[in-house]
């Protein structure tokens, strides 16, 4: 199975600060590597797909980078209502697998 | 509107059979995958299974094989998620998703299903 490491698993952001989470992968998957947000109580939605590529509607200060091991979610100045779990997920290889989360709170 | 409607909360006892739901509208349920996904209480998202309905293809991540058994029906546009014995580990947020059209990422997600199992 491929394992995905994501760090930090918890970050205490102020407002305006920009948040970079990465998350790397037990064996090279390319660039089918996929990003999501939950919210507390809510199911999750994407935010990234294939590593870098913005799903519809995503805020613009949203991005993703990155290939084959190490991936990176950048949040550049971040709002309020970023307060979040964020998971990376590969669809490389079954079976499909998730980061751990890393849990972003707003400072 | 793609929508996924997941069946409401259920609590169980260990022992019990479960069935539940997520009913798909807005696309041709046939030509898409659906990932079903477990979230236990204050942890991570955990990957269950996939189904395409049109090719009544069916693929398990081994730690849930033999453990659920997921379904479809064409019919009624609708997936299901069943356990034969359900035991207190059980207890998790169950989401239904449906993937892209190349099948590898997961847009939208049903509501989730809460399911306790509890003597």
């Known amino acids: 199975d491929i394992v995905l490491t994501q760090s930090p698993d918890f970050q205490s952001v102020t407002p305006k600060e920009k948040v970079t989470i990465t998350c790397r992968a037990s064996?090279?998957?390319?660039?089918?590597l996929h990003w999501y947000q939950q919210k507390p109580d809510q199911s999750p939605t994407l935010l990234i797909k294939?590593?870098?590529r913005p799903f519809s509607g995503v805020p613009s200060r949203f991005s993703g980078s990155g290939s084959e091991t190490y991936f990176t979610l950048t949040i550049n100045s971040l709002e309020v209502e970023d307060a979040a779990t964020y998971y990376c997920?590969?669809?490389?290889?079954?079976?499909?697998?998730f980061g751990g989360g890393t849990k972003v709170e707003i400072k | 509107e793609v929508q996924l409607v997941q069946s409401g909360a259920e609590m169980k006892k260990p022992g019990e059979s479960l069935k539940i739901s997520c009913k798909t509208s807005?696309?041709?349920?046939?030509?898409?995958?659906i990932a079903w996904v477990r979230q236990r209480p204050g942890k991570g998202l955990e990957w269950m299974g996939i189904?395409?309905?049109?090719?009544?293809?069916?693929r398990y991540s081994p730690t849930f094989e033999g453990q659920v058994t997921i379904s479809a029906d064409k019919a009624i546009s609708t997936t299901y998620l069943q356990w034969g014995s359900l035991k207190a580990s059980d207890t998790a947020i169950y989401y239904c998703?449906?993937?892209?059209?190349?099948?590898?990422?997961?847009?939208?997600w049903g509501q989730g299903t809460l399911v306790i199992v509890s003597s």
């Open positions: 998703a449906k993937t892209g059209a190349d099948g590898n990422w997961f847009d939208p």
């Open positions: 807005g696309y041709s349920f046939s030509n898409y995958w």
């Open positions: 189904i395409h309905p049109g090719a009544s293809d069916i």
């Open positions: 064996q090279s998957i390319g660039s089918n």
């Open positions: 294939y590593a870098s």
């Open positions: 997920h590969q669809s490389s290889s079954l079976p499909l697998t």
